[in-house]
């Protein structure tokens, strides 16, 4: 490769490299930087703590809540969700009437902003006019106080979180479905292979690639939830419900302590590190890239 051909290559990659500096790279070192300091009194240059502030963070009950809420919410949400889409998009792409028609009211919530699907949930858990205490009550059985009760409100977060992502994660392994050969299928139904045995060893290993890609995203959906609890609990009730990103911004701007903001963004930029290293060594072997 001669000296102007490397040249023309590195400015083609400049626009992409810039974006990823400015957007990337940039902030999480800035953000480390900030974790290392208290935070500035007014009139006062910001004062070096540092590792002050992640000792504190080791005695910090409500973060390590919010960790427990935040680990049991992904446990929640992530498989359910992925389980139901594949089921989903295995329905919707048989030969079935109507099948266009269920594919877009699967897809509807999401399409729809994510606060106004918290307030039209907000509607179905209200304790005295919502609809699922209406239909316990048609049943003779009492009302739960679905986002008052710490038993109950983080349970119900995940409800509505499966409810919405499983559509869009329908989509992905939908588009993975059509794509499969169905040569495939034909040889192993000439073999006598039951459709049980023809999903379990041709469809599920054909679709991994979709499934790690869409494991990816739902883990990191599950880390950045912060929308739905403005509206709904607000991180309450004593704190059940209380997942990282909404802490990181309490701390920020409800606090005014962006120093230990910058500390809980680093953990939580660590742990997502760590699970998606965990998420590619244990299934990377078993995806085939066609």
């Known amino acids: 490769m001669n000296q102007r051909t490397w040249l023309h290559a590195w400015l083609m990659l400049l626009p992409a490299?810039?974006?990823?500096?400015?957007?990337?790279?940039?902030?999480?070192?800035?953000?480390?930087?900030?974790?290392?300091?208290?935070?500035?009194?007014?009139?006062?240059?910001?004062?070096?703590?540092?590792?002050?502030?992640?000792?504190?963070?080791l005695d910090d009950e409500v973060f390590w809540q919010a960790l427990s809420n935040n680990l049991w919410y992904a446990l929640g949400t992530v498989p359910t969700a992925m389980v139901l889409a594949l089921v989903m998009a295995l329905w919707v792409n048989s030969r079935i009437r109507g099948r266009a028609a269920l594919r877009l009211a699967y897809f509807t919530p999401t399409m729809l902003p994510m606060i106004a699907v918290a307030n039209i949930w907000l509607f179905f858990y209200s304790p005295e006019i919502g609809l699922f205490n209406?239909?316990?009550?048609?049943?003779?059985?009492?009302?739960?106080?679905?986002?008052?009760?710490?038993d109950w409100a983080l349970p119900s977060l995940m409800l509505m979180t499966i409810w919405k992502e499983a559509g869009f994660f329908m989509i992905f392994y939908l588009a993975a479905l059509q794509g499969l050969n169905p040569d495939?299928?034909?040889?192993?139904e000439l073999e006598g292979?039951?459709?049980w045995y023809r999903f379990r060893h041709v469809t599920l290993p054909l679709l991994m690639p979709t499934s790690l890609f869409v494991l990816v995203n739902a883990v990191l959906n599950a880390f950045k939830m912060v929308d739905h609890l403005f509206i709904l609990t607000k991180g309450g009730p004593n704190n059940a419900?209380?997942?990282?990103?909404?802490?990181?911004?309490?701390?920020?701007?409800?606090?005014?302590?962006?120093?230990y903001a910058a500390t809980l963004t680093l953990v939580m930029l660590a742990l997502l590190i760590l699970l998606a290293l965990l998420q590619f060594g244990l299934f990377e072997h078993r995806i085939h890239y066609r």
């Open 184 to 188: 495939l299928y034909a040889a192993a």
């Open 17 to 57: 490299l810039v974006m990823l500096l400015a957007f990337t790279h940039v902030p999480t070192l800035s953000t480390l930087w900030h974790s290392l300091y208290l935070p500035a009194r007014s009139g006062e240059q910001a004062e070096f703590a540092g590792l002050d502030n992640y000792r504190m963070l």
């Open 193 to 195: 292979a039951s459709r």
């Open 241 to 259: 419900t209380n997942l990282l990103l909404y802490y990181i911004y309490e701390n920020a701007f409800a606090f005014f302590d962006s120093n």
């Open 134 to 150: 209406q239909l316990l009550g048609s049943l003779g059985l009492e009302g739960i106080n679905w986002l008052g009760d710490p």
